[in-house]
């Protein structure tokens, strides 16, 4: 069974930095892609970025490129994203999500999910 924990969630100020991580386990495919999304309170839940896994090809949302870093740690399964420069506007809560295949932005194209981690941006 595919399970995905997100961590690493908190509040930190406009132009501050946080990493959140998402450890996964059980996942049996041989060619698979994470990536994170977000969804703020009365919005949809957006892509925000995604990594091939044994590639390491990367993918961004344009809000997030150049300030965002998407990595992962094949040795314990785990995904990263470096957060750096960050707005209120990236407020949200951060989920991770795992699919068969290529890195692709739209939510029901994946099929496992994690619960989610808070990131809250505000001074």
């Known amino acids: 069974q595919v399970q995905l924990v997100e961590s690493g969630g908190g509040l930190v100020q406009p132009g501050g930095s946080l990493r959140v991580s998402c450890a996964a386990s059980?996942?049996?495919?041989?060619?698979?892609?994470m990536a994170w999304f977000r969804q703020a309170p009365g919005k949809e839940r957006e892509f925000v970025a995604g990594?091939?896994?044994?590639?390491?090809?990367?993918a961004y949302t344009d809000s997030v490129e150049g300030r965002f870093t998407i990595s992962r740690d094949n040795a314990v399964i785990t995904m990263y994203l470096q957060m750096n420069r960050l707005k209120p506007e990236d407020t949200a809560l951060y989920y991770c999500?795992?699919?068969?295949?290529?890195?692709?932005?739209?939510?029901?194209?994946?099929?496992?999910w994690g619960r989610g981690t808070q990131v809250t941006v505000s001074s």
């Open positions: 999500a795992v699919r068969r295949g290529m890195v692709r932005s739209i939510v029901r194209d994946y099929d496992y």
């Open positions: 059980g996942i049996t495919y041989n060619y698979y892609s």
């Open positions: 990594i091939e896994w044994y590639s390491g090809a990367t």
